[in-house]
């Protein structure tokens, strides 16, 4: 199936099949009510819990969430050891749920720098829903665009290094199986919240082609309406990938 192929409902129209969201804003949404940051971090994890459940209602192939950057790690230490504990006990509370809903989990990233309790979380989620065939909820922890590139060129230049691969055979078919969501549909729609409008090293290589949608809702707002707001919006699009929309006759 191509990536210009997109579905349908009757609902909303023409329908990503692959949605990655920059969940912006849990930092703001505290200061504004007068509380810590983490407890926007907090407010953020139903937000994830109402998209996935809107994703899956949609029949979504893959939803791509931007949980923390490799960047992220200059922040306050505090904030950085509450968030590495939200993390594990989003990954506790959430795992038998995803998995009852036939949902796969990846995490993609360095995960190697997060402590082996994280990790082993990490894995046992992953193993429990390998073999789900429903929406891929993909989680982006200690990931940066960035690093996905080099550590494909990486991978590709070890291949050339023991002669397996012939530097010509190198093409953007070829690199793009070493890069993170290799498996999955190309993202069709990039969603930020919370009123910026930049990628912040976030899938740099697999949005070359999608639709970019900003709203000024802060994550821990972004609910089924705004989702739908934005997939709305993205039926609207002409998508072109580089050609020039035919004359009509």
């Known amino acids: 199936m191509s990536s210009e192929k997109l579905l349908q409902t009757d609902e909303i129209g ?5 949605v ?5 804003g849990n930092g703001r949404w505290a200061k504004q009510r007068g509380k810590l940051r983490i407890s926007g971090h907090k407010a953020g994890v139903k937000s994830v819990r109402r998209a996935v459940s809107f994703a899956v209602s949609q029949k979504l192939e893959a939803l791509t969430l ?18 590495m504990e939200l993390f594990v006990w989003a990954l506790d509370s959430e795992v038998k749920s995803l998995h009852k809903h036939n949902v796969r989990l990846k995490i993609i990233g360095d ?29 982006a922890a200690n990931y940066g665009g960035r690093w996905d590139i080099i550590h494909g060129v990486r991978q ?3 291949q050339v290094k023991e002669g397996r691969l012939m530097p010509e055979q190198i093409d953007e078919t070829l690199f793009s199986r070493y890069l993170s969501l290799q498996e999955l549909a190309p993202v069709d729609l990039l969603i930020r919240t919370s009123g910026e409008h930049r990628i912040s090293n976030f899938l740099i290589w697999q949005i070359a082609y999608a639709e970019l949608y900003f709203t000024d809702v802060l994550w821990p707002d972004f609910d089924e309406q705004v989702f739908e707001g934005a997939l709305h919006a993205f039926a609207t699009r002409e998508r072109r990938f580089g050609g020039t929309v035919p004359e009509s006759a």
């Open 20 to 24: 990655a969201i920059i969940m912006d």
């Open 66 to 83: 931007y949980a923390f950057s490799s960047e992220n790690w200059s922040r306050p230490q505090q904030e950085v050891s509450a968030l």
């Open 14 to 18: 023409l329908k990503p099949r692959h």
């Open 156 to 158: 590709v230049a070890e």
């Open 111 to 139: 995960i190697s720098r997060f402590n082996s309790r994280l990790q082993e979380r990490i894995r046992h989620a992953e193993e429990l829903t390998q073999q789900n065939n429903g929406l891929t909820l993909n989680i």
